[in-house]
């Protein structure tokens, strides 16, 4: 699968993309330790127990990667000159171990660059949902992408 060009999106254009993932517990831990995150909700069992959620929330910068990830190939592979931002990031609600995550993907809003003539901003709503249909991530991302080679 490749991203689309600059010139291939419209505002409105939607996507569901078809990867779907399941957060296993390595994958908190592992993104936690190697971001030198020491959060007890994320790492330690009896904490998280004793906490109003119960359990262990899986770290939010992982929530956030796993979204932005699910959504690359069917957006910006091949076709990214670079990421320029992200905005408006919501976590409506906590992902927790053995959750199952989907994307969608809106395009928000298109424009020329007004430094290279060849590029353009495409600004993406992604939004990462579980399988009991919550929002769990939500942002804006604004993505200088390639046009199509002539």
Request: hydrophobic share 40%; net charge negative.
């Amino acid at each position: 699968m490749a991203g689309r060009y600059f010139d291939e999106w419209a505002v409105g254009d939607r996507i569901v993309h078809e990867i779907r993932r399941t957060v296993t517990e390595t994958d908190n831990l592992l993104f936690s330790t190697m971001t030198h995150n020491p959060q007890p909700l994320h790492i330690d069992a009896e904490a998280a127990r004793a906490s109003e959620f119960g359990r262990i929330v899986v770290n939010g910068t992982f929530t956030f990667a796993l979204m932005i990830g699910l959504s690359v190939s069917d957006t910006t592979l091949g076709t990214l000159v670079a990421n320029l931002g992200y905005d408006k990031l919501v976590m409506p609600h906590p992902v927790f171990i053995g959750d199952t995550m989907r994307a969608e993907t809106r395009v928000d809003a298109i424009r020329e660059s007004r430094s290279r003539p060849m590029a353009g901003i495409v600004t993406f709503e992604h939004t990462l949902i579980n399988q009991r249909d919550e929002i769990v991530c939500k942002c804006l991302r604004s993505a200088l992408m390639h046009k199509s080679p002539a």
